[in-house]
T-cell receptor, first 114, second 112 residues
Framework: GQQLNQSPQSMFIQEGEDVSMNCTSSSIFNTWLWYKQDPGEGPVLLIALYKAGELTSNGRLTAQFGITRKDSFLNISASIPSDVGIYFCAGFGRSGGGADGLTFGKGTHLIIQP | EADIYQTPRYLVIGTGKKITLECSQTMGHDKMYWYQQDPGMELHLIHYSYGVNSTEKGDLSSESTVSRIRTEHFPLTLESARPSHTSQYLC???????????FGPGTRLTVL
């Protein structure tokens, strides 16, 4: 099935550092979404992107929808301990049809050392 | 904050039992989804629904079944649970204008 390539798989950083992660796909998506998941919980939507080239911020988070519609990145500035978790990218509305759900990346595990 | 609920949150059962995982949302969303997720891994779509009496299979094959008799309710049933069904099951819903998907807290199922 369709896959999103999300990198890095994991990040070990110091509190206060900036974080960057990205997703790429061989297919075009009409919408890119970024979620954060804490252990034992469901994913929580952080940022949604709807147009190629769109750059959107949500507090310390910034995400961009790539011009080719095949990639997206998420940046977190000045990380804090509560940023720990798994971050997933997800594409929606891909070309070629298929089920109407989201296609998820494999996640980026963010670990922050105080 | 999305209003989507799942019960039970945790379930440990023996092989061969029939189980139903409940999902309900109070947002009036037409579209609802079930995803399966192994710990720390990506989510895979197993079922979705566009509205009442509509159900479709997702990208990942699953032995579970779903029903959509009411807009707010989208239960998932396993007729005979097996250890291979051990996983986390996440329900989501979406609606206009943007159709972003909002997730419930999940049900962690363990089949012994």
């Amino acid at each position: 099935g369709q896959q999103l390539n999300q990198s890095p798989q994991s990040m070990f950083i110091q509190e206060g550092e900036d974080v960057s992660m990205n997703c790429t796909s061989s297919s075009i998506f009409n919408t890119w979404l970024w979620y954060k998941q804490d252990p034992g919980e469901g994913p929580v939507l952080l940022i949604a992107l709807y147009k190629a080239g769109e750059l959107t911020s949500n507090g310390r988070l910034t995400a961009q929808f790539g011009i080719t519609r095949k990639d997206s990145f998420l940046n977190i500035s000045a990380s804090i301990p509560s940023d720990v978790g798994i971050y997933f990218c997800a594409g929606f509305g891909r070309s070629g049809g298929g089920a109407d759900g989201l296609t998820f990346g494999k996640g980026t595990h963010l670990i922050i050392q105080p | 904050e999305a209003d989507i609920y799942q019960t039970p949150r945790y379930l440990v059962i023996g092989t061969g039992k029939k189980i139903t995982l409940e999902c309900s949302q109070t947002m009036g969303h037409d579209k609802m989804y079930w995803y399966q997720q192994d710990p720390g891994m990506e989510l895979h779509l197993i079922h979705y629904s566009y509205g009442v009496n509509s159900t479709e299979k997702g990208d990942l094959s699953s032995e579970s079944t779903v029903s959509r008799i009411r807009t707010e309710h989208f239960p998932l049933t396993l007729e005979s649970a097996r250890p291979s069904h051990t996983s986390q099951y996440l329900c989501a819903s979406s609606g206009p204008p943007r159709n972003e998907q909002f997730f419930g807290p999940g049900t962690r199922l363990t089949v012994l």
